[in-house]
């Protein structure tokens, strides 16, 4: 099994809000009603020396608004890396510090891939653990 961190490249990519969200709602994370949707286009990956490694495309589904900035989201996503393609998806409380979801497969040297991605906020820094079987 290889595990390996990348963490997000702060004030990378685009968050796109859903069209139909109000306009006064205009956070990362759209309406807060069941089946808005949201997307995060090339938001970069770096490794712990700060070298670029790729990059990932979020496409969530807001399953439940749980109050006080905390949603339920199913999502899937496409991490781009240097030696190939992850594909994760999952469903993840947003009010969790730690998110684990599933590794569904790949490109490359991740075309049979397997496993999982857990992401941990460190000194407000998304960090990203894969373990790819």
Known sequence: MA?????????????VPDPNA????QDPIPADKPGATT?????LLEDTHGNLRGSFT?????A?????NGYVIA????NELDKGVINTQ???RTIDPTWTFAITGGTRKYKKAHG????????SVPHFTYRVR
């Open 75 to 78: 999502f899937d996503a496409t």
């Open 64 to 68: 439940r608004n749980l109050g006080t």
């Open 116 to 123: 999982t991605v857990t992401r941990k906020v460190i000194n």
């Open 90 to 92: 999952g469903v993840i």
């Open 58 to 62: 979020f496409r969530g589904v807001i």
């Open 39 to 43: 997307l995060v286009v090339d938001r």
């Open 22 to 25: 109000d306009p006064a709602l």
């Open 3 to 15: 595990t390996f961190t990348l963490r997000e490249r702060l004030g990378t990519g685009i968050d």
